[in-house]
């Protein structure tokens, strides 16, 4: 089977690969064909890739003569996806090849072919573009090529931070609005929305990438479930999807970031998620609207992509009541960033309040929050408060209530990582010392049990000498000499 593979790749392998290794070719070029090939060989064990796929345009790690195969990138329920480079632009491209063994039913090839087409409507910069479609007709091998998108997944950003801001929250709202209003605009829905399948550009942008789940949009029941348990909305449980489907997923992802959690390990009121008693730290319109985003009843979110933008630009420019507010640029600047929304500025001004009620509150903030009661009685003490007084102070009060809840937040997650930092260097400290004791009783043991076997050899030596010397005296003792 090996050889018979080998002479396949050999047939078909592309016109450059047979020059490399005809007879007139340097021994250099052989070298590196032959370099070139053993690498193939090693990336493709990396997947469960059918072997007798690797043939025709696959041959070698030069797919099609044109997209030069680098590294395996992940693997999936149709095949693997590979990152590599156009030799002919010099421009880096992801290749997803189809595998058609892995197809359960006519539906995993629907899905390839929706894919190919959707990318190739789709122009957006926040979305893979559609570049070529290698196929191989003997097999049936198909890999889809399209531009890489560089960065870091959301679920890897949260694996290694635990949490991520809010103001980066609100940033990824706005860039995943604009992508879901294009992919929306075209009558299709992502259906698998998810940290692993957002990703992180190294300019701070937002990316979202596998679309091989994509779906026409069917208020119905229908026959397929595509999704991810705990961002599979309840309708795509019977196989309905609409644009609020993918809206609902995008709410799961962002309170997965926002606390660190699944949405499955998230508290639940009745079939809903309980977004107050999961992220309390998080500002109202935030959880106001990711509420909204995940609400069980698609009717009750946002329409679409397009819906979610005008959704943030009303929390823009209604969370505050007079001009110099500096709502509208905390929440969506003109360069399309996002920041935090008008609570942290209302904080800042009032903390720089000398006299009345207010001066003396933050005053007692201040001192409780250096003993680190922030996070419980400081907010059940602003709550009272606030209930207390009214107008501008009660809305600066539960600014501040909320700010300190997520700053103190902050602070024990810090602490946490402090303590357990410690606690490691403490049991480093404390293995170091048991080294050294095991070591220094060892040495003591062997130390001992060199004295115990020189004194052993030296009685031995001496019982030895004495019963020598007697044997020699008896025999001079009985004339043996003479004879």
């Not at 072997?51 to 696959?58: D, I, K, V």
């Amino acid at each position: 089977m090996a050889s018979q593979t080998a002479r396949d790749r050999q047939r078909s392998a592309p016109v450059e690969v047979v020059d490399a290794v005809s007879p007139a070719a340097s021994p250099a070029s052989t070298t590196t064909t032959a370099t070139a090939d053993a690498d193939y060989e090693v990336l493709v064990s990396q997947t469960s890739v059918d072997r007798r796929l690797l043939r025709g345009p696959f041959a070698t790690n030069v797919w099609g003569g044109r997209y030069e195969v680098e590294r395996f990138a992940g693997e999936g329920s149709q095949g693997a996806t590979f990152i590599g480079t156009d030799r002919k632009t010099g421009a880096k491209v992801a290749l997803k090849l189809f595998d058609l063994g892995k197809a359960k039913d006519w539906k995993a090839q629907e899905l390839f072919e929706r894919e190919v087409t959707t990318l190739k409507r789709l122009s957006h910069r926040g979305i893979p573009q559609f570049m070529d479609v290698v196929t191989d007709d003997d097999t049936g091998a198909r890999a889809l090529v399209m531009t890489h998108v560089a960065g870091e997944t959301l679920g890897a950003l949260v694996a290694r931070e635990k949490t991520v801001p809010e103001k980066r929250l609100w940033s990824f709202l706005v860039d995943a609005g604009n992508i879901l209003a294009a992919v929306h605009g075209e009558g299709v829905v992502h259906r698998d929305l998810k940290p692993d399948n957002f990703i992180l550009r190294p300019d701070g942008t937002l990316a979202i990438v596998d679309f091989g789940g994509v779906g026409v949009v069917r208020a119905q029941a229908g026959s397929t479930v595509v999704g991810t348990f705990g961002y599979m909305a309840p309708e795509q449980l019977y196989g309905a999807q609409t644009p609020a489907t993918d809206l609902y997923a995008l709410g799961a992802t962002l309170l997965t970031l926002a606390t660190g959690k699944s949405p499955e390990d998230q508290p639940r009121d009745g079939l809903a998620i309980d977004v107050d008693a999961a992220a309390p730290w998080l500002s109202q319109p935030m959880k106001t609207l990711l509420t909204t985003l995940l609400s069980p009843d698609p009717k009750a979110r946002p329409k679409d992509g397009a819906a979610l933008l005008v959704a943030l630009k009303s929390i823009a420019t209604t969370k505050g009541a007079t001009q110099n507010s500096k709502v509208p640029d905390a929440v969506i600047n003109p360069d399309g960033s996002v920041e935090a929304i008008w609570r942290e500025d209302d904080v800042d001004d009032a903390f720089r309040a000398t006299g009345g009620v207010l001066g003396v509150v933050f005053s007692v903030v201040g001192l409780l929050a250096t003993v680190g009661l922030g996070r419980l009685l400081i907010p059940f003490i602003l709550t009272i408060i606030a209930a207390i007084i009214g107008g501008e102070d009660r809305r600066k009060l539960l600014a501040l209530r909320d700010v300190v809840q997520a700053r103190s937040a902050d602070a024990q997650r810090l602490l946490m990582r402090s303590a357990d930092a410690s606690a490691k260097a403490l049991n480093d400290v404390g293995d170091r010392q048991r080294h050294r004791r095991e070591t220094r009783r060892e040495r003591q043991e062997r130390k001992r049990a060199e004295r115990v076997r020189w004194i052993t050899e030296h009685a031995e030596r001496v019982v030895k000498d004495e019963v020598d010397r007697k044997l020699k005296q008896r025999r001079r003792d009985q004339g043996f000499w003479r004879q």
